[in-house]
């Protein structure tokens, strides 16, 4: 292999980050997930992976933090985690979020519910 030659475009590349899902980002300080949350939805529910984040609905209002507690306990129920294993990292106040998952799950137990719950939405 070529060292001068970039390895971004290759699927099995041990230097790009290894998830299999774009919204799934797995750093040195821990796994985090990026969503963009819809509020005022009828009902909460995974609208799917769209440009690297991953499409939440929610029926929470965006006031006073009640969607950020609503997709933090969404995550929470889909993914069969403690509330407290998420924080939102970036975006308390946009729709685009970076939530941190801090439970000892690993990328893989985490690459594989979600790709059980995106077969299911």
Do not use: C, W
Request: hydrophobic share 30%; charged share 30%.
């Amino acid at each position: 292999m070529n060292p001068e030659r970039p390895t971004a475009n290759r699927k099995n590349s041990s230097s790009s980050r290894s998830s299999r899902h774009p919204f799934i980002d797995s750093t040195s300080r821990g796994l985090y997930i990026v969503i963009r949350v819809q509020p005022r939805a009828s009902k909460n529910q995974i609208d799917g992976a769209q440009g690297g984040v991953l499409k939440i609905r929610l029926t929470a209002p965006p006031v006073e933090g009640e969607a950020n507690r609503a997709a933090i306990e969404f995550l929470s129920r889909s993914l069969g985690l403690k509330k407290s294993s998420f924080s939102i990292d970036t975006g308390l106040k946009s729709r685009e979020k970076r939530v941190k998952v801090e439970n000892g799950i690993t990328l893989k137990e985490l690459e594989e519910a979600f790709t059980e719950i995106l077969q299911k939405a």
